[in-house]
């Protein structure tokens, strides 16, 4: 059994910083690629960060140059770091990993970002 946990969102004002983990319950190597998604209520769950293996990340525009995906091997662990957040980051942030045999992907429960204007 994968678990993926994230932890680290919560109520920050406009323009402050928050940094996600995601905390996977086996080695991160083993998937070929770990991101951050988001989902507002009432939308559809979106690409926020993307990193795969062999270290190549990818963001979405709406993100990109506020937001850094790194990964901790030993940690078995993704961040995202935020910064200069905005209210319309406002969302659930989810955890993913894809695994390449058999294909598969995990998801993590989610954990509420909240950003006050």
């Known amino acids: 059994q994968v678990q993926l946990v994230e932890s680290g969102g919560g109520l920050v004002q406009a323009g402050g910083s928050l940094r996600l983990s995601c905390a996977a319950s086996v080695s991160i190597a083993s998937f070929k690629a770990m991101g951050w998604y988001r989902q507002a209520p009432g939308k559809q769950r979106e690409l926020v960060a993307g990193?795969?293996?062999?270290?190549?990340?990818n963001y979405a525009d709406s993100v990109k140059g506020r937001v850094t995906i790194s990964r901790d091997n030993a940690g078995n662990t993704v961040y995202l770091q935020m910064n200069s957040l905005k209210p319309e980051d406002t969302a659930v942030y989810y955890c993913?990993?894809?695994?390449?045999?058999?294909?598969?992907?995990?998801w993590g429960q989610g954990t509420q970002v909240t950003v006050s204007s």
């Open positions: 990193i795969t293996t062999g270290v190549s990340t």
């Open positions: 993913r990993a894809d695994r390449y045999y058999p294909t598969r992907e995990y």
